[in-house]
DNA sequence: TGTACCAGTGAATCAAATA
DNA sequence: GTATTTGATTCACTGGTAC
């Protein structure tokens, strides 16, 4: 069994222990041994940056990084319509002083993950609105080449409280390559073409978070880790960009997504995280992994729901026109559709379900069943547009 | 009919004409005259920077920004699978000597517009990987205030036709206030959801290309502009973010399809482009648009909107009576309705809000939505009463 | 053993008017 | 300027308990 590496940074000589120890000391920062073994399925504790400059140069075939996005949270508690609190992000190890602060971080980690890829390995880091852009910009700056950015699609994200903004329903990763002139990585196209219904994989993936059973639990029922990825996000980016066999670097390592997800798919991983207790439940958690046979290696199709369609969207397609009059099917009652796809009946506005509701005095009502718009002389429910929408959508969902 | 005004920017004093004409200049950069009327509806022609440094500050309530991408090609051409040539963006405006050069000129134009923007304003910025990250990193130094990043999901993009990456499939929006200060943007929370299944409206947007008659071609048959965005796109972004009546700058015009949905939207625009052949496509484009109604743009009211009623007015209007009992939904908490508008609870007497907290043991309660009358044997929220207040007052809706 | 209802929760840069 | 008051605001999913 591989080793969890733990240790404090300053005590190198006296911890670090054979391959099957369970303590594995990162060296300090600074301290940059020549080549050695790489530490393959293991999880060293310490700082990241001190950790992978003591690994040999071009020794790894992917690096995934999940660095803190430095959320930057007001003074007071957000509260939920029902008054309870939410659980926001504010520990220690996502504060940081300044963007100055953060991009020079930035520019430590990357400077050293660079090092230890292989001419042709790629880097993948996941971030938000509030860290991406640095990273992006850093990474741009120091000759990686941007492949991809790829847009995490949450199936369920957190809605937005106050009514203030769009709901924030998505991350984003970039993918990109040590240099320009890195030609010969991996990708895996026919595969996920394959697993996508014969089409190319797009770069926006519809995922669910990490709930349920698969989300760790302390023995007091909270989760370990406040912002731990599904599983499902890390199983795309490993079949796609690396080969079974492969060293996949992970420098954030929480605990262990990546771990996890390598060894399921027969990949080698390098695990560095600094919090103890988030390293010994990634080690416990890796441990009870089972990999897949070589033969169950495939890109799993991603499970389609029904894309919701909003009306706006049918407006904006051009199916139906702002400023319509709507009917309902025996032509009784009227509406008139307005730019931002809501109804109006006299001084009354709202949403399609809501003036269906409205005109007929019923509490509710599904106002894809019930409006129709007159095409050559004709009532069609609004319902057919949506299909069309959906048709259109395809594969998109 | 509002103007064209093209004119190169050595030649201000000759060409500037008044509002009539259709050619009008853009002052040389450096010269930044002393706050003058605001050039509603027209399109200046040259550059960006020094045309709003021209203008007054604080004077546009939403600046739509799609600068060059600074799109790093290949030298070759890309052909597709039958051997057909890709036209790709290789024209001198999206060229850029370096990342720092592109940090730099952002930077330039970011600074102007953030001048004009009155304090509440918000900015949009759209881009793809290969310069947002720049724009957003700018931006941030800025002092602008992320409020949301927005996923402009393609219907239909173009394939990856080497089957080397993922299928680009999306651009990026950015949305900032002008500062974190910023707390009075305009966002049209209600009617975006009304137009979305009664949902929050999402970060993530579909939405096709722009193709077909909407797509501007020259006499040749070729497209007028390389990147022409989709008015849908433009429309979500001005009926979220602005009021009817706004003034909205761009200052990368093109061929205008700001202009035109803002006109169509009954908002105002002030648009900037440097190539007059862009600008007169826009112009002829612009001018044959028709404004939608100004029914069709009211806007729903929000609660918060609406006229405010005091509790001690639905007393006094006799929706209820003074020593009354009101309870919560389930009837677990009881409280005395006294006449000049508070409740009682034993001996702590405070008003809906205070007294709906007090039996909670929360530190705040919306009163309006806590407490029930019972009418006819079932329990009515006193926010029913609140309503039939407003609808007698002339609230609409 | 279903079904219905209720409670909990996820990387959050989440108020505005009045005194 | 600060402090207080008023009062606006959630989606998809999981899991437990009641019936």
Known sequence: MASLRTAVADTVARKSVSRTGRLVSAPRMGLVPAAQRLPLDE???????????????????????????????????????????????????????????????????????????????????IGSYHNIFRVGSVLQDLGFWILNDIVWRKANPMPNFRGKRFTNAHETLIWASRSAES?????????????????QMRSDWFIPLCTGDERLKGADGQKVHPTQKPEALLARTLLSATNAGDVVLDPFFGTGTTGAVAKRLGRRFIGIERETVYAEAARARIDAVEPLSKAALLVAPTKRAEPRVAFLSVIEAGHIRAGEILT?????????????????????????????ALVQGFPSCNGWDFWHAKRDGKLVLIDVFRGRMRAAMGSAA
Request: charged fraction near 20%; glycine fraction near 8%.
């Open 43 to 125: 999880i060293l504790v310490g700082d990241c940056i001190a950790a992978m400059n003591a690994l040999p140069a071009a020794s790894v075939d992917c690096v995934f990084a999940d660095p803190p996005y430095n959320l930057q949270l007001g003074d007071g508690s957000l509260l939920r319509p029902d008054q309870s609190r939410v659980d926001a992000v504010d520990d220690a190890w996502d504060q940081f002083s300044s963007f100055a602060a953060y991009d020079e971080f930035t520019r430590a980690w990357l400077t050293a993950a660079r090092r230890v890829m292989k001419p042709n390995a790629t880097l993948w880091v």
């Open 183 to 199: 030609k010969g990585y991996t990708f895996h196209y026919e595969a996920l073409k394959g697993g996508n219904d014969d089409v």
């Open 328 to 356: 309902d099917a025996r032509g009784r009652h009227e509406a008139v559709v307005r730019p931002d796809g809501t109804l109006m009946v006299g001084p009354a506005m709202g949403s399609i379900h809501k003036i269906g």
